[in-house]
């Protein structure tokens, strides 16, 4: 039975936090292994709806959350990728219709030694498109020639290990993203030239019309599905997402758990 507690979270409109941003000298920049990075940071007040009371979808928004129990073993590596990738690349594929889903990266973050480290407040997309060909080619090397003339996007799934009670994720509405958010961040620091081809991250630049949301209160066997680089989207609609500092946590609420795999779901156009 939903607690007390619980339930009035889950009815909250909204919360009012901040969403911490890149700054514009961020396109190009670069993240060391050390986690400096070669730019700035700049946080702004936002006002974060709970998805949990809004009519959004996984079309519309680029974003969903879904039932989704497992008794996968987060800390086994051997275990999330005999069980967990086939599990999700199934959901994914379900959920979109994709042809072919390939599950991988899966990152076990946070607990109480900030395992992986820690919840990551920084609003971005993992991959540009150069960065997503790249993994094509790593993981399907036989397949790379196949797959280039193929439509691939970048679709990631998320969970608490443990219920949510801090730090939750917020996922960006997609139609409310406009291409010139996204600034190129590589990995490691580079004298390269950097140029369409340069594979990395994208992180964001503040938008005022960026909208948000989150699922307060998440549970163990709930998913959290949300779209990011499409290679058939010349508008690069997709859903940025950061951990947010919850104000409504309450005092001494344990630090958060989670777990977010990568897929790679292949349409044949």
């Not at 994709?98 to 407040?121: N, S, Y």
């Not at 958010?181 to 004298?191: H, T, Y």
């Not at 950097?194 to 998913?223: F, I, K």
Request: glycine residues 8%.
């Amino acid at each position: 039975m939903v607690s007390a507690v619980t339930d009035e979270t889950r009815q909250q409109a909204y919360i009012d936090t901040f969403v911490r941003y890149s700054d514009r000298t961020a396109d190009g920049g670069y993240i060391e292994a050390n986690g400096q990075y070669s730019f700035g940071m700049e946080d702004h007040d936002a006002r974060v709806r709970n998805a949990r009371l809004a009519e959004t979808s996984f079309e519309t928004h680029g974003f969903t959350l879904v039932p989704h129990a497992t008794d996968v073993n987060f800390a086994d590596p051997e275990d999330v990728k005999a069980r967990y990738y086939p599990q999700i690349s199934a959901l994914v594929r379900e959920l979109t219709g994709a042809d072919e889903v390939i599950a991988f990266l899966g990152i076990l973050r946070g607990g109480e030694t900030d395992r992986g480290g820690g919840p990551a407040l920084s609003a971005h997309v993992d991959f540009n498109e150069a960065a997503l060909r790249d993994w094509v080619a790593r993981l399907m090397p036989d397949r790379a020639a196949e797959l280039a003339g193929k439509r691939l996007v970048n679709i990631n799934v998320w969970r608490g290990v443990k219920p949510v009670r801090n730090s939750p994720l917020a996922v960006c509405d997609a139609r409310s993203v406009e291409k010139k958010d996204f600034m190129l961040v590589r990995l490691g620091k580079s004298d390269e030239p950097v140029t369409p081809s340069t594979p990395g991250g994208l992180n964001m630049a503040y938008n005022p019309r960026h909208e948000w949301y989150y699922y307060p209160d998440m549970q163990p066997d709930e998913a959290l599905v949300f779209r990011l680089f499409d290679t058939a989207d010349p508008d690069w609609k997709m859903s940025g997402h950061t951990a947010i500092v919850d104000p409504t946590s309450a005092p001494g609420a344990p630090k958060r758990e989670s777990f977010e795999a990568r897929t790679i779901a292949i349409f044949d156009r």
